[in-house]
């Protein structure tokens, strides 16, 4: 082939093609595999390809036990699924008995897997490939003091092209020696090191809501007074809260609440809030400068109030033209949920019975840190 077609063709042909098959023609010659391995505007078109053919994939990260009728515990750590079909792929990785907590986006096909006190692991679940980060200063600290923390970040420098994690947390709540109420730290994947961003935030950081991902920046909800949205930008490292989601009335004011929830959808930051059954969700324009109600779901067509209490479902992605997927993270019955936005119903998009799991969508890709 390579004697009948150029190679810049051939690439146009391979770019189109899912991962699983480019990783097989490795085989067929040196340049091929060069190309599919090592090129990093091929993997990136690739993955732009895979973006656009609309398809949904997901990888369901397991953070508990799974009991089998010989009732021996072990832990399924990762499993992937294309949205529509029924079997998900278990991933084989070779930290089974190991519990991880999942970075709430991914970026480029890879995802970050965080130990409360010990690596985190990025991983690329297409292609298996991981690497180790070592545990940062607040993890060791954490360690002996036996203090809960806040959740890692994980991103990329749009500008270099550079991935980075991000640990975000409160230094003035567990009495460490800083003069600054918050302390970043930033792994750096070239040095294989973590160093201090000076000057950390200037406002404390809701911990139970994880950082998310999106447009080179990493974004977090502030605490200790109004509720607000704060950004990093991973190529300045410098931080700003973008203005504040016209929904984020007094309710909020220093308080998180369980029915705000933060994400990413066709990349854009967007905001869920839920007031009793009406869960309605924000998109932020980063021109602009603006909050835009973006959809308005109505749950009474999916779940009935408990105590006058509904379900908190977390927003993954944009289905087509038409439907939303949601995480429901109490559900009997299965963790992803579909609304069809012209019916206003909800089907059951995925059955899963295992019981403890964090799902994430992300891009089947080729792409490593190198």
């Not at 984020?248 to 220093?254: A, F, P, R, T, V």
């Not at 949601?326 to 069809?340: C, I, K, T």
């Amino acid at each position: 082939m390579e004697e009948l077609l150029p190679h810049d063709i051939i690439e146009s042909i391979l770019e189109r093609l899912d991962v699983k098959t480019l990783l097989k023609f490795t085989t067929v010659s040196k340049q091929w595999k060069s190309t599919i391995i090592r090129c990093r505007s091929f993997q990136t078109r690739q993955m732009l390809h895979r973006k656009q053919s609309g398809k949904t994939d997901v990888v369901l990260v397991y953070d508990g036990y799974t009991y089998y009728y010989d009732s021996s515990p072990r832990i399924e750590v990762l499993r992937t699924l294309v949205v529509g079909s029924t079997v998900s792929v278990k991933i084989p990785t070779n930290w089974e008995k190991k519990f991880y907590l999942i970075c709430n986006t991914s970026c480029d096909g890879l995802i970050c897997l965080s130990d409360r006190y010990d690596s985190s692991i990025v991983v690329n679940p297409t292609t298996r490939w991981h690497r180790t980060i070592p545990p940062c200063n607040y993890q060791l600290e954490a360690f002996w003091r036996k203090i809960r923390q806040p959740s890692l970040g994980f991103g990329k420098d749009k500008i270099k092209g550079t991935y980075k994690a991000v640990w975000l947390y409160n230094s003035v709540e567990f009495g460490l020696k800083n003069k600054s109420i918050t302390t970043c730290e930033v792994f750096d994947f070239t040095t294989n090191a973590w160093r201090y961003v000076v000057p950390a935030s200037p406002y404390l950081i809701h911990e139970k809501q994880g950082p998310v991902y999106c447009d080179g920046s990493l974004h977090w909800l502030t605490a200790g007074g109004e509720t607000n949205v704060l950004s990093l930008d991973l190529h300045t490292e410098i931080f700003q809260v973008i203005p504040q989601p016209p929904f984020l009335h007094d309710s909020y004011h220093g308080l998180y609440t369980p029915n705000l929830a933060m994400c990413s959808l066709d990349d854009r930051l967007c905001l869920s809030d839920r007031i009793g059954p009406e869960q309605v969700m924000w998109s932020f324009d980063s021109e602009d400068k603006t909050w835009n109600k973006i959809y308005s779901v109505d749950q009474r067509t999916y779940a009935w109030s408990r105590n006058n209490m509904w379900k908190k479902l977390t927003p993954l992605s944009v289905l087509g033209k038409d439907k939303l997927l949601f995480y429901d993270g109490e559900s009997s019955d299965g963790p992803l949920v579909a609304f069809d936005l012209r019916t206003k119903y909800y089907d059951i998009a995925y059955k899963c019975k295992l019981e403890a799991y964090n799902v994430l969508c992300y891009v089947p890709s080729l792409i490593s840190i190198l």
